[in-house]
């Protein structure tokens, strides 16, 4: 009796041993079961999540390209437009005072039109050797607008002679050219047109655009 109850328990024992295995290997097999399907979960989010992007960049770069095809917009412009320069005078003004300050020579008023072409007379045929370019020239001056009459500048009273280089492009064109020619010790008119002189930008305060420039000028010496 008591050696079949035994085995009744053994048996009873070995069912539910192989009943817990059972559910042990249940659930193993559940668990492998969620990490496979979790990890494919997340690998199809990754997929995607690099799909997404992708097409986002795609699109962000055709977006730019056609920014970059299309014309900038066009600047708004003033309704009114600049202030056209003066023009260049058609008659000199009388110069007054004549001289223009103490020291400084008499400078011959222009008569009828303003010149649109360069200018030279002779005051004063200097006795020196005539002047070089590339020579260092020292000079006297006095600087007249021709459509006002008054002096804007004049050397003599500082008793500063100006000096510069012939020919090396330091001073106006009109300078340049107009000197050609003179000796030392000699006096000169000259008559510059803007376009020898300050053009349509005048210069400062003290030459008008488009001014044409009368200047008496004495060349002291040349080295």
Request: charged residues 25%; glycine residues 10%; aromatic residues 4%.
């Amino acid at each position: 009796m008591a050696t079949s109850r035994r085995r009744e328990r053994e048996l009873a024992r070995r069912r539910y041993e192989r009943r817990r295995m059972r559910e042990m290997e249940r659930r193993a097999k559940q668990r492998r079961r969620n990490t496979i399907i979790g990890a494919s979960l997340g690998t199809a989010a990754v997929i995607a999540a690099i799909v997404v992007l992708a097409i986002h960049l795609a699109g962000g770069g055709k977006g730019k390209a056609a920014v970059a095809a299309t014309p900038p917009p066009a600047t708004p412009t003033a309704s009114t437009s600049p202030t056209p320069p003066p023009p260049a005078p058609t008659k000199c003004a009388k110069i007054t005072p004549n001289p223009p300050a103490k020291g400084d020579p008499v400078v011959p008023d222009v008569t009828g039109k303003a010149p649109t072409k360069l200018v030279i007379k002779d005051l004063k045929v200097g006795k020196g050797k005539v002047v070089k370019s590339g020579q260092t020239l020292s000079m006297n001056y006095v600087g007249v607008s021709c459509s006002t009459g008054v002096a804007f500048d004049a050397s003599y009273p500082r008793h500063q002679p100006f000096t510069f280089k012939f020919g090396a492009g330091q001073v106006i064109k009109g300078w340049d050219e107009g000197i050609r020619g003179m000796r030392v010790g000699g006096r000169r008119e000259l008559i510059i047109p803007a376009a020898l002189g300050y053009g349509p930008t005048g210069s400062g305060a003290t030459i008008k655009p488009n001014e044409t420039l009368i200047f008496v000028v004495d060349v002291l010496s040349a080295k």
